[in-house]
């Protein structure tokens, strides 16, 4: 049989940078995240001088971990609160970080701000739970996993979703759009698999158990 004739498409052009511009505040910023439209980049960094340079302060001090908004065009900056690794919500109204801690790290985090841009001022703190527990925007409402809870922060109301027999003791993951959520928990019974894995919805709580002893 002949041999079959594939076509091929032209490749997409390499991306080319077509213009530099110093952005100095971000240099060392150990996070940061683009606003939706595109215009503005929310970003932490420590404020204390000795701490610019390729090195990390195993002991920053907290009030010195600023979140901060900066304006690519004009190179202008905006102090906001005490915090690190900023995530924006759908709108762009809100911003969500974590509280320095001391060690840094996302992990190292507990307290999580919830900043009102067109306020100027935070509109609430939550305390996601167990220790690193997953958090994510759905549009402007940011859910999270509290002990047994799943609740959903929006417009100014902290709503209890759903209740959970047990607290996670494993790891637990929000889905990027906000509206599902991963559980897995060590199974330490004598059977196969050594996982149970749940699947559920931030919006109505109600989970499924995907993997484990009674799946």
Same mark, same amino acid.
């Given at each position: 049989a002949p041999a079959r004739a594939f076509s091929q498409a032209e490749p997409?052009?390499?991306?080319?940078?077509?213009?530099?511009?110093?952005?100095?505040?971000?240099?060392?910023?150990?996070?940061?995240?683009?606003?939706?439209?595109?215009?503005?980049i929310a970003f932490s960094?420590?404020?204390?001088p000795h701490s610019r340079g390729p090195s990390i302060r195993l002991r920053p001090d907290p009030a010195q971990v600023r979140v901060r908004l900066l304006d690519p065009a004009t190179g202008r900056t905006?102090?906001?609160?005490?915090?690190?690794?900023?995530s924006w919500s759908a709108s762009g109204r809100y911003l969500a970080f974590t509280d320095p801690q001391v060690g840094g790290g996302p992990q190292a985090a507990t307290d999580v701000s919830l900043y !009102?841009? #067109?306020e100027g001022r935070i509109a609430a703190t939550v305390r996601p739970e167990p220790y690193a527990a997953d958090t994510r925007w759905s549009g402007d409402a940011f859910v999270y996993w509290s002990g047994r809870q799943i609740r959903r922060?929006?417009?100014?109301?902290?709503?209890?979703?759903a209740r959970r027999d047990e607290?996670?003791?494993?790891?637990?993951?929000?889905s990027g759009d906000g509206e599902r959520v991963l559980i897995i928990d060590p !199974?330490? #019974?004598?059977v196969r698999p050594p996982l149970d894995i749940q699947l559920g919805e931030t919006a109505t709580g109600a989970l499924e158990l995907l993997v484990g002893a009674r799946a």
């Open positions: 997409d052009p390499p991306l080319a940078c077509e213009e530099r511009v110093p952005l100095d505040e971000v240099s060392w910023a150990p996070s940061f995240a683009w606003s939706p439209d595109g215009r503005t960094r420590d404020l204390n905006q102090d906001l609160a005490a915090g690190q690794w900023p !009102d841009l #067109r922060w929006q417009d100014g109301t902290d709503l209890l979703v607290q996670p003791t494993g790891f637990v993951s929000v !199974d330490d #019974r004598p």
